[in-house]
Nanobody
Framework: QVQLVESGGGLVQAGDSLRLSCTASGRTFSTYNMGWFRQAPGKEREFVAVISWSTSSTRYADSAKGRFTISRDNAKNTVYLQMSSLKPEDTAVYYC???????????????WGQGTQVTVSS
């Protein structure tokens, strides 16, 4: 069982940067692949980025490539999403999730945080 808590969301202007954090409870954090997803109003939850348990592999959605960076600190049980050059279309609730599977879709992730709102104004 893993409990996840996101933080770092907020209201920013287009072009700004923001770093999201997700802290996990439990001693098994380092064995989970960690993903970031987002959900805008009226839209389905979509993949943003994932990092493997060993940090050796990452993958990004096309919309995130070159602007977002996912990283993790297993000693702190925390995964980060550094977002730069933010656009209004990045506005969404951002969720972190944990899975034993290195996946870019929602289904394989059994553990989810409550989400943090990111709003980008134009």
């Amino acid at each position: 069982q893993v409990q996840l808590v996101e933080s770092g969301g907020g209201l920013v202007q287009a072009g700004d940067s923001l770093r999201l954090s997700c802290t996990a409870s439990g001693r098994t954090f380092s064995t989970y692949n960690m993903g970031w997803f987002r959900q805008a109003p009226g839209k389905e939850r979509e993949f943003v980025a994932v990092i493997s348990w060993s940090t050796s592999s990452t993958r990004y959605a096309d919309s995130a490539k070159g602007r977002f960076t996912i990283s993790r600190d297993n000693a702190k049980n925390t995964v980060y999403l550094q977002m730069s050059s933010l656009k209004p279309e990045d506005t969404a609730v951002y969720y972190c999730a944990a899975s034993q599977v290195f996946a870019v879709i929602v289904a394989p992730y059994p553990y989810w945080g409550q989400g943090t709102q990111v709003t980008v104004s134009s």
